[in-house]
């Protein structure tokens, strides 16, 4: 089983995050922001990944380092469970709508942190989530798994269903990109030897 557990303590925040990549896409979250919950949900079930998050955070300010630190801690924990990635099939993309939305993910599990996000909301806010959170929440995340990820939301009238087929549609990427490859024989899927660097 591909696990890590990684806990990460500021004067900001306080988290706690699990992680398997060979789980059944169960998600247990805490983190006092009730939508980013609703969306890494979706990372869990659609990516048949085990997701425990805890966080403690300064919402009293607002969410931004909370949001912006869980993507920084997953990020890490992403990297400890895929270990040499020796055998995985490195790349993943998903096509996934919602109704009238429809978003499109690419991931590739290179060793580089890489961040395209296209998605223009309709609005500023879902409920009381500042939707901004979004790509600091997948740049941190990008940055310490060292992944590159492209982000599209090709259309979308609903600032709900666009939030929610981007992290459907990761979730499926991230799926297809840390499965195992039988034909690979535990080979590298790299020219260069690695994806480590």
Partial sequence: MRTAT???NTSETQIKIS???DGKGKG??????????????????????DLDICCRGDTHIDDHHTVEDIGITLGQALKIALADKCGICRYGHSYIPLDESLSRVVVDLSGRPGLVFNVDFTRA????FDVELFSEFFQGLVNHAMMTVHIDNLRGVNAHHQ?????????????MAVAYDVRMNGVMPSTKG???T
């Avoid at 979250?29 to 048949?48: K, N, S, Y």
């Avoid at 806010?125 to 009381?128: A, D, P, T, Y």
């Avoid at 939030?163 to 799926?175: D, H, Q």
């Fill in 6 to 8: 990684v806990m990460r």
């Fill in 163 to 175: 939030a929610e087929t981007v992290f459907k549609a990761f979730g499926r990427a991230l799926r």
């Fill in 125 to 128: 806010v879902i409920g009381r």
């Fill in 194 to 196: 690695t994806l480590t």
């Fill in 19 to 21: 992680i398997n990549l």
């Fill in 28 to 49: 247990h979250f805490d983190t006092g922001v009730p939508f980013l919950e609703h969306m890494l949900d979706q990372i869990a079930r659609h990516g048949l990944i």
